[in-house]
């Protein structure tokens, strides 16, 4: 299997240079797309002031160790929270890159029924329409106010930094918070890339010393010496 959908991960798959996606002040794109309560629902219909929208797929292990911090962010007052499924990020004998619609439907279920997410799924077609117009990683965070306008984004999700930058946004501040690379835990990576099946570790490891130095040491050093950009309530784009 090749092209957007792919069988097995390669360092290839993603541009890990060059920052895709709508940048703090953009428009967010909007997207009419199925919900795993089976509802067609637009990604910009959301309640309250700010949506927190975090790409992801049951085999990113990134993102499932991300998801103790980020199902509880739509607790606070103005806050709503949603997971743009997207295309598996570490597939394996077991989940299999999508081959159909109903594949990637039944990953999307898998991650609402057997690891509990409690936020709204949007399922993504499969060409990744919306996952290529937010940037195409697949752990990446939006927030967006209730013009539409992105206010804060990183390509890898880094949720102590996005919950800093909410509660920024929440209190009319402006954002500080650095979304410095964060691996995930080696027992949630074990435990992610054996649910995906064989082919998904050997995949994994074989790319992590480009991983290591692209995101750990490169990105952060480019964060150290950087300004993140600012956006708020009141943004229009």
């Known amino acids: 299997m090749t092209g957007y959908n792919y069988s097995e991960f390669s360092t290839g798959d993603y541009d890990f240079d060059r920052v895709g996606g709508p940048d703090v002040g953009d ?3 909007d997207f009419s797309l199925l919900t ?3 509802e067609m629902k637009n990604i910009l219909d959301f309640a309250g002031e700010f949506l927190v929208l975090e790409t992801g797929s049951i085999t990113c292990s990134l993102f499932q160790s991300r998801r103790g911090i980020m199902e509880t962010l739509d607790r606070q007052d103005g806050v709503s929270t949603a997971v743009l499924y997207v295309r598996e990020a570490h597939p394996g004998s077991d989940v299999p890159g999508h081959r159909s619609f109903d594949d ?4 999307a279920t898998r991650l609402k029924a057997e690891d509990g997410e409690t936020r709204t799924v ?4 499969l060409e990744g329409h919306a996952h290529m117009a937010y940037g195409s990683m697949p752990n990446a965070v939006f927030i967006i106010n209730r013009n539409g306008c992105v206010v804060y984004r990183s390509e890898w999700n880094n949720p102590s ?3 800093k930058a909410l509660q920024a946004l929440l209190a009319g501040r402006e954002i500080t918070a650095r979304d410095y690379f964060r691996p995930a835990r080696p027992t949630t990576v074990f435990r992610t890339l054996s649910k995906a099946g064989k082919g998904s570790a050997a995949d994994f490891f074989r790319g992590l010393p480009f991983l290591i130095w692209t995101n750990i040491i490169k990105r952060n050093l480019r964060l150290l010496f950087g300004r993140p950009k600012s956006g708020s309530a009141r943004t229009t784009c």
């Open 104 to 107: 990637k439907t039944a990953c």
């Open 27 to 29: 428009k967010a794109p």
């Open 122 to 125: 949007f399922i993504d077609d």
């Open 36 to 38: 795993t309560d089976g």
């Open 161 to 163: 930094a996005t919950r």
